[in-house]
């Protein structure tokens, strides 16, 4: 069966500084992996995906993701946090054991950045 | 263009009752998806459907059932409402079937408690 893990449930970095923001994965077969962001009261907003080829992805808002496969990780980065940042992330990944659109998401790690 | 746009915002239901849940999609998208997201976890596949067909069924009991209608909206009816159907209904639109082809859009949840 497929799975996420975020092992944080909280980050705190300060304003300006890098973030990481941690995803492991495990699925049988190639994994499609997303992150999304959910903002206070809100929906989840999409950030960036990996379905194949760079390692490296980009995603709106100067988000970026580094796939590993050895590692069967997809962490989350940003070089320079900024206080609106601070939400609440999802990582996840296609389920394909199901047909169509379903994700199985992570529990979500909270981030919060200080200024 | 409008986003998409869930109702009720809020509800109170009590033990035993039934509700529904509304969605509209974003105008074009022919596919719904409804995720549960109870309160500090991430959200969990509910059903999905595209052009008016289920194609997929998440892990939850026959109490929850779903359906889209010809202008692509979509309803969650949820019978027999136990205390642990507390939390955020998500719905989620997107214009093709797969998410690695078209990232899903949420809308901003209908919250759902039960007394």
């Known amino acids: 069966a497929q799975s996420v893990a975020q092992p944080e449930d909280q980050v705190n970095v300060a304003e300006g500084n890098p973030l990481t923001v941690k995803c492991t994965y495990s699925?049988?077969?190639?994994?499609?992996l997303f992150w999304y962001v959910q903002y206070p009261n809100r929906g989840l907003q999409f950030l960036l995906k990996?379905?194949?080829?760079?390692?490296l992805v980009k995603g709106s808002y100067g988000f970026e993701a580094e796939f590993n496969k050895s590692q069967t990780s997809f962490h989350l980065k940003k070089p320079s946090a900024l206080v609106s940042d601070s939400a609440l992330y999802f990582c996840?990944?296609?389920?394909?054991?199901?047909?169509?659109?379903?994700?199985?998401f992570g529990k979500g790690t909270t981030l919060s950045v200080s200024s | 263009d409008a986003g998409v746009t869930q109702s009720p915002t809020h509800l109170i239901k009590t033990r035993g009752q039934q509700v529904t849940l509304r969605c509209s999609p974003i105008?074009?998208?022919?596919?719904v998806s409804w995720y549960q997201q109870v309160l500090g976890q991430g959200p969990q596949f509910i059903f999905q459907?595209?052009?008016?067909?289920?194609?997929g069924r998440g892990n939850f009991p026959d109490r929850f059932s779903a359906r889209q209608f010809p202008n692509y909206s979509s309803e969650l009816n949820v019978n027999a409402l136990l205390l642990g159907d507390s939390a955020l209904y998500l719905c989620?639109?997107?214009?093709?079937?797969?998410?690695?082809?078209?990232?899903?859009?949420f809308g901003n949840g209908t919250r759902l408690t039960v007394t």
């Open positions: 989620a639109s997107s214009p093709l079937v797969n998410p690695e082809n078209s990232p899903l859009h």
């Open positions: 699925v049988s077969g190639n994994p499609y």
């Open positions: 990996y379905i194949t080829g760079d390692n």
């Open positions: 996840a990944v296609r389920d394909v054991d199901q047909a169509g659109t379903a994700l199985i």
């Open positions: 105008s074009g998208h022919k596919s």
């Open positions: 459907y595209y052009e008016k067909e289920e194609r």
